[in-house]
């Protein structure tokens, strides 16, 4: 029996879109979809001032597909020079939505990230004066930290004290991967929210691991053990505004993927809502899923929903591409492992 939902046209609260030839080849699987989505800095160079947004957003609007009205929602690289005035300038302006804190060596791209958090201070405080959103990729990079600890020891070590001496500062924890992240969200009332990816609704670490590594699903934040999915998927389908979707689709090449030493991300831009909707109705939670991808961002960002529409249907399983096609090579589309009913029609 067919079924149907409709939603309004849900935004992607992170999204890596990348430059130049991927730029143009990603794009499309995005506005597809989704009416807005806050992009990542993460570029080489990064996008660190005000003129680097500006140019940075031209280039995405230049590449959207035609009759596309998507909306790029910009943040700014902060590093331990970041220009505390520039800042407020561009988001006063509107040009920027949001500011992304990398800790140095977190993940790709963040060599330029902050490693001494006492050079930013000022800058979170003006952040906190202005309601700029701080976007924060939560892992330590100590290298006695195990990897499947580092989510919890950034909130004790680094994101917990930032927050108390900065208060009013508005944060959103991105991609979290554990139970500890979903209890120290739910243990604050105010200004604070958080991102949950698709794929970490979907996958554990033995997935990336047991019967031969398979690159396609490795990520960072890392997927940790079964009982963090377990704890993600509670968050994301309870109703709770706190949780809202942030992809974190991040597109690389086969080649780049599948080396010695493979690029951390999944790219789900183009099976995104398919596999949502699946998990939400495994879950016995359709009825919230518009929350989760429409309501609950808009709402912590303090901007308006979309007013446009789409409708997912379930029927006969939906068959996505394997790969989209670029001109650095093949980008290989995540594989949820299991057959998809739900389509956008």
């Known amino acids: ?123 979170l405080e003006k952040m906190a004066e202005i309601g700029c959103p701080l976007c924060v990729h939560g892992e330590v990079t100590d290298a006695e930290i195990d990897i499947f600890d580092r989510e919890a020891v950034f909130i004790d070590r680094v994101l917990d004290p930032i927050r108390r001496a900065t208060p009013g500062l508005r944060v959103v924890m991105e991609h979290i991967t554990t139970r500890d992240g979903v209890d120290y969200v739910k243990s604050n009332d105010t200004d604070l929210a958080a991102t949950i990816t698709t794929h970490h609704l979907v996958i554990n670490r033995n997935h990336i691991l047991v019967g031969g590594i398979k690159p396609h699903y490795y990520c960072l934040p890392v997927a940790k053990r079964e009982e963090h999915r377990l704890a993600l998927r509670a968050a994301a389908t309870s109703g709770d505004s706190r949780f809202f979707l942030g992809t974190d689709s991040a597109p690389h090449t086969d080649a780049n993927k599948e080396s010695a030493c493979g690029c951390a991300g999944c790219f789900t831009a183009t099976n995104t809502l398919s596999i949502l909707a699946h998990v939400f109705e495994e879950e016995g939670a359709l009825d919230r899923l518009e929350g989760f991808t429409s309501r609950h961002g808009p709402a912590f960002y303090g901007l308006p929903e979309s007013d446009e529409t789409i409708t997912l249907t379930k029927g006969e399983a939906v068959t996505y591409p394997d790969h989209i096609m670029t001109e650095d090579g093949p980008v290989t589309v995540f594989d949820p492992g299991f057959p998809l009913h739900w389509q956008v029609t």
């Open 1 to 123: 029996m067919t079924q149907s939902l409709t939603l309004k046209r849900p935004d992607d609260w992170h999204l890596h879109l990348r430059d130049g030839a991927m730029l143009r080849a990603v794009l499309p699987e995005t506005t597809r979809h989704f009416a807005r989505a806050i992009i990542m800095p993460n570029l080489v160079p990064p996008v660190v001032t005000a003129a680097d947004a500006r140019a940075y957003r031209d280039r995405i609007i230049a590449a959207r597909p035609a009759g596309s009205n998507f909306t790029p929602l910009m943040t700014l690289y902060l590093t331990e020079d970041t220009d505390a005035q520039d800042l407020a300038a561009a988001h006063a302006e509107g040009l920027i939505t949001a500011v992304k804190l990398y800790p140095a060596g977190a993940t790709t791209n963040s060599a330029s990230g902050v490693r001494d958090f006492d050079k930013v201070r000022g800058v």
